[in-house]
Nanobody, 124 residues
Framework: QVQLVESGGGLVQAGGSLRLSCAAS????????MGWFRQAPGKEREFVSG????????SYADSVKGRFAISRDNTKNTAYLQMNSLKPEDTAVYYC?????????????????WGQGTQVTVSS
């Protein structure tokens, strides 16, 4: 059982930046591809970004491409999501998820473990 704990959310003005962290309890963190998802009120959970086990392959939703950057440090069992040029439409609860596989995917059903989420609010 892998426990994931997100941190780094908060309230920021449009154009600002936040860095989310996702700390994993499992020392086999490097066995998992990681994904970041978000869910706004009244909307379905959507894929934001994913990173492969080694960190060498990343993917992004079109809506965040060029503004967000995903990374991981397998020595610290932690994944990150750097969010720049934030927009009010980025407001959501952000979740990290772990998938026991080499590659991340866009489908939430493909992930085995989830964090509790962290709120990101972007004011206009």
């Amino acid at each position: 059982q892998v426990q994931l704990v997100e941190s780094g959310g908060g309230l920021v003005q449009a154009g600002g930046s936040l860095r989310l962290s996702c700390a994993a309890s499992d020392r086999t963190f490097s066995n998992y591809a990681m994904g970041w998802f978000r869910q706004a009120p009244g909307k379905e959970r959507e894929f934001v970004s994913g990173i492969s086990r080694s960190g060498g392959i990343t993917s992004y939703a079109d809506s965040v491409k060029g503004r967000f950057a995903i990374s991981r440090d397998n020595t610290k069992n932690t994944a990150y999501l750097q969010m720049n040029s934030l927009k009010p439409e980025d407001t959501a609860v952000y979740y990290c998820a772990a998938r026991l596989a080499t590659m991340a995917t866009m489908g939430p059903a493909n992930y085995h473990y989830w964090g509790q989420g962290t709120q990101v609010t972007v004011s206009s």
